[in-house]
């Protein structure tokens, strides 16, 4: 089972940028699809983007399209979160997880995510 530890996170006005990184401790971390979902205050916690398990694919929700981009690195065992014109609307908590073949359902365990706050 693979352990993630997400950071990078912070305050940041909209327009701005910000890079999330996911670490992950299990060696088997290249085996798997890898996804990024957040959390904003008072919703329900929705898919951002992910990546195939090679790293070839890429899949991003229509709101951040254009903005965020999702890499991983297998060697370093990390996945991450580029993100641009950050919105305010973009303020969550953010996580990454391993996800099934739709690339969107979650199926490890969740971290503690780490904080973004876009203010406008």
């Known amino acids: 089972q693979v352990q993630l530890a997400e950071s990078g996170g912070g305050l940041v006005q909209a327009g701005g940028s910000l890079k999330l990184s996911c670490a992950a401790s299990g060696r088997a971390f290249s085996t798997n699809a890898m996804g990024w979902f957040r959390q904003a205050p008072g919703k329900e916690r929705e898919f951002v983007a992910a990546?195939?398990?090679?790293?070839?694919?890429?899949y991003y929700t229509d709101s951040v399209k254009g903005r965020f981009t999702i890499s991983r690195d297998n060697a370093k065992n990390t996945v991450s979160l580029q993100m641009h014109s950050l919105k305010f609307e973009d303020t969550a908590v953010y996580y990454c997880?391993?996800?099934?073949?739709?690339?969107?359902?979650?199926?490890?365990?969740w971290g503690q995510g780490t904080q973004v706050t876009v203010s406008s």
């Open positions: 997880n391993t996800v099934w073949s739709d690339y969107k359902t979650p199926f490890g365990s």
């Open positions: 990546i195939s398990w090679s790293g070839g694919s890429t």
